[in-house]
């Protein structure tokens, strides 16, 4: 493959990366949002944070897509998904972090087969922050199954009444 064509095909990796994370951006805001309307602030607080970190990545990815000479093309993946029940927006968010783990160790590989080892770093060092991702929500899922409605119940502590976490702060 001409060196022209390996960087477009890492352009094309990079951005199908962008519309990933943008979606996971969208997606974990309006986790956030809902749950924090619920009165279940850590819970919130997590797809707050979460979100942040998908920000970040979207920041590297693009650095990276300009670099390489291409532009960086700003449209999610896909539609947020409108679901309000905790325990099936944690499943979701956890079914998300593993397709991008997934997906990233694709391109990774892909990257280094066209000698783009730039590339490969930044999806590299994706996947570890994905498999953190994964870890946390896995964890939430893990407690839920064995704790039920008590441990949604303690997320609400500390919230005078729902909707009073962190939405407006």
Known sequence: MAKKDRKARSVELLNAAVADELAAVHQYMFFHFHLDDQGLGPLAMLFKQTAIGEMR??????????????????VASAEVQ?????????????????????????????CSENNDAGSKEI????????????DQFDTVIDNIRRFGPNYLALQTMGSAEPGAGSAGA
């Open 123 to 134: 999806f590299e060092a994706l996947i570890g922050d994905e498999e953190g991702h994964f």
């Open 57 to 74: 990545h979207v920041e590297a990815l693009a650095e990276r897509i300009l670099f390489l000479g291409g532009e960086v093309e700003m």
């Open 82 to 110: 409108k679901l309000h029940d905790a325990e099936e927006i944690v499943k979701c968010a956890a079914g998300m972090e593993d397709g991008a783990v997934e997906m990233y160790n694709q391109s990774a590989r892909e």
